[in-house]
């Protein structure tokens, strides 16, 4: 036994068996491991590609492309742990990668939610800008309608406040052509004298008469060529007093082609059917002209008595009317029956030959 124990193996280098399986014990473990295990390779049937980089999983330490152990942790680099590492990174990398995906698509979600919301407001306030805007010029529209609708009625009332005041100065300049006072109050005693009546000439046919200046406190004077019973009207010119009492000169130019004697019977008709029981004073034609004179009342309750006279030559229709108030007294029946005489007879185309007589005389008669 002590010889066999004591022979010297192979190799043995002058080392005891015993020390030779010591050592050779030791060797082993620090020799690399060769077998080929799930993920690992081995370094007698696989190489490496030169040239390319090597870094420790573990620790990050670059080692060369053969190694396999860590010089720097001492890390296995073909554990079980590698692999276990790798797919931890690569599980890691694919979850930093959908992670990085799903924050992707939510900033783009937001952004076109963004977008859409920023859209629908805009084209709201767009329209509401739009219905402002289109209210707004309605309103500076209707403003601008009041505006011209008041211009207008202030041009209508300066125009009216014009023609107004046109009149009242064609009224007075017609009062002092015709000698009438606005404060005159009508009163038929003191318009007795007939010396003291104004006159009047067209100077167009028969149209001149005398009226009591005294008497009216207002004429006017129509010189529109309007269309009336009898024609064309030339000139009427109707005289008023404070007691409503109206006397009326008018001159027509004919406009119808019947004889004199026809107009004439027309002429008649059309005033006795404008009067209240017209009572017949003259209905005659002769020659060159016809006269028509009735006398009557304004209505059925005699308001008013009326005095008309009517001549019809070939060319003119020349009329006098005489409008009195009812009469409130015999004398005063008198005084107004007084006056309309001297203005018949003082009439240029009432034709008389009598001679105008005074109150005095008048009276003695009546």
Same mark, same amino acid.
């Given at each position: 036994?002590?010889?066999?124990?004591?022979?010297?193996?192979?190799?043995?280098?002058?080392?005891?068996?015993?020390?030779?399986?010591?050592?050779?014990?030791?060797?082993?473990?620090?020799?690399?491991?060769?077998?080929?295990?799930?993920?690992?390779?081995?370094?007698?049937?696989?190489?490496?590609?030169?040239?390319?980089?090597?870094?420790?999983?573990?620790?990050?330490?670059?080692?060369?492309?053969?190694?396999?152990?860590?010089?720097?942790?001492?890390?296995?680099?073909?554990?079980?742990?590698?692999?276990?590492?790798?797919?931890?990174?690569?599980?890691?990398?694919?979850?930093?990668?959908?992670?990085?995906?799903?924050?992707?698509?939510?900033?783009?979600?937001?952004?076109?939610?963004?977008?859409?919301?920023?859209?629908?407001?805009?084209?709201?306030?767009?329209?509401?800008?739009?219905?402002?805007?289109?209210?707004?010029?309605?309103?500076?529209?209707?403003?601008?309608?009041?505006?011209?609708?008041?211009?207008?009625?202030?041009?209508?009332?300066?125009?009216?406040?014009?023609?107004?005041?046109?009149?009242?100065?064609?009224?007075?300049?017609?009062?002092?052509?015709?000698?009438?006072?606005?404060?005159?109050?009508?009163?038929?005693?003191?318009?007795?004298?007939?010396?003291?009546?104004?006159?009047?000439?067209?100077?167009?046919?028969?149209?001149?008469?005398?009226?009591?200046?005294?008497?009216?406190?207002?004429?006017?004077?129509?010189?529109?060529?309007?269309?009336?019973?009898?024609?064309?009207?030339?000139?009427?010119?109707?005289?008023?007093?404070?007691?409503?009492?109206?006397?009326?000169?008018?001159? @027509? $130019?004919?406009? !119808?082609? =019947?004889?004199?004697?026809?107009? &004439? %019977?027309?002429? *008649?008709?059309?005033?006795?059917?404008?009067?209240?029981?017209?009572?017949?004073?003259?209905?005659?034609?002769?020659?060159?002209?016809?006269?028509?004179?009735?006398?009557?009342?304004?209505?059925?309750?005699?308001?008013?008595?009326?005095?008309?006279?009517?001549?019809?030559?070939?060319?003119?229709?020349?009329?006098?009317?005489?409008?009195?108030?009812?009469? @409130? $007294?015999?004398? !005063?029946? =008198?005084?107004?029956?007084?006056? &309309? %005489?001297?203005? *018949?007879?003082?009439?240029?185309?009432?034709?008389?030959?009598?001679?105008?007589?005074?109150?005095?005389?008048?009276?003695?008669?009546?």
């Amino acid at each position: 036994m002590s010889i066999i124990n004591n022979k010297k193996m192979p190799e043995s280098k002058g080392l005891s068996p015993h020390e030779f399986a010591h050592r050779w014990m030791k060797d082993l473990r620090a020799r690399p491991d060769m077998s080929i295990k799930v993920g690992g390779f081995c370094p007698r049937h696989h190489k490496k590609k030169e040239g390319k980089k090597m870094y420790c999983p573990f620790c990050g330490s670059e080692i060369s492309d053969d190694s396999t152990f860590c010089p720097m942790c001492g890390q296995s680099i073909n554990s079980p742990d590698v692999n276990v590492r790798k797919e931890e990174k690569e599980s890691k990398k694919a979850t930093g990668t959908m992670h990085w995906v799903l924050v992707l698509i939510t900033v783009v979600l937001l952004l076109v939610t963004m977008i859409g919301i920023g859209t629908a407001l805009y084209l709201h306030f767009r329209d509401s800008s739009e219905k402002i805007s289109q209210e707004i010029k309605k309103d500076d529209l209707k403003k601008e309608v009041k505006k011209e609708k008041a211009e207008e009625e202030t041009k209508d009332e300066e125009d009216l406040k014009e023609d107004v005041l046109q009149e009242e100065d064609e009224s007075s300049d017609l009062e002092d052509e015709f000698w009438i006072d606005e404060d005159t109050k009508a009163d038929y005693s003191e318009n007795l004298d007939p010396d003291l009546y104004e006159s009047y000439d067209s100077k167009i046919t028969d149209f001149k008469f005398y009226y009591p200046v005294d008497l009216y406190n207002e004429v006017s004077v129509d010189e529109d060529p309007d269309l009336v019973s009898y024609g064309e009207n030339c000139q009427t010119i109707t005289f008023e007093g404070s007691d409503g009492s109206q006397l009326i000169f008018s001159l @027509t $130019s004919r406009t !119808d082609a =019947l004889s004199i004697e026809n107009m &004439t %019977e027309n002429v *008649y008709n059309i005033e006795s059917k404008g009067l209240v029981e017209p009572e017949k004073i003259v209905k005659s034609s002769e020659g060159d002209h016809g006269k028509a004179i009735l006398t009557g009342w304004d209505s059925s309750a005699h308001n008013s008595a009326i005095y008309d006279m009517t001549k019809i030559e070939a060319g003119y229709v020349l009329q006098m009317k005489v409008i009195f108030p009812d009469y @409130t $007294s015999e004398k !005063d029946r =008198l005084e107004k029956a007084y006056v &309309t %005489e001297c203005l *018949y007879r003082m009439c240029g185309f009432s034709d008389s030959s009598q001679q105008v007589r005074s109150w005095d005389e008048f009276m003695e008669e009546n």
